[in-house]
């Protein structure tokens, strides 16, 4: 997880929650995601101040229940932050996921509004708006997902 980024192009993306958060660092310039992860809210914390020391200057969040919380947190970080409308994402998540792991075998029969994702999908959220944010998709490396917070 220390890889080097061009700080000019970072962009953050958080699902806020009360006992987890999706979170997403993406380029603007390439219009990837370099890292994503479902954290607990301390994790997610430690994770942007992190990246605040690598150059993050801009923050998309979903403008939902749990983000009032997290503008007080946030408040410390020298951060341009734009809130999106977050409704529909656990919906389009569960989509995107199918997206990016597509089923297999005797899985490809099920409909896809059926179909349940064998894990939490926070990051995509994050991801989503994120993309909301920036008006186009962005490309994701299939690499795990974080659900710990490793030392920098």
Known sequence: MNRSFDAQHLIAGLDPGRSKCGLVLADR??????????????????????????????LVMGNGTGSKP?????????????LVDERGTTLAARQRYWELFPPRGLAKLI?????MPPRDLDDLAAQLLLERQL?????????PVLRTWPAP
């Open 70 to 82: 997290w503008l007080n947190r946030l408040g410390d970080l020298d951060l341009t932050l734009a």
């Open 29 to 58: 310039l390439v219009q990837q995601i370099h890292q994503a992860a479902i954290l607990s809210p301390s994790q997610t914390l430690s994770w942007l101040r992190h990246w605040h020391t690598q150059g993050l200057r801009t």
């Open 135 to 143: 008006g186009h998709k962005l490309q994701r490396q299939l690499e």
């Open 111 to 115: 409909p896809l509004g059926l179909r």
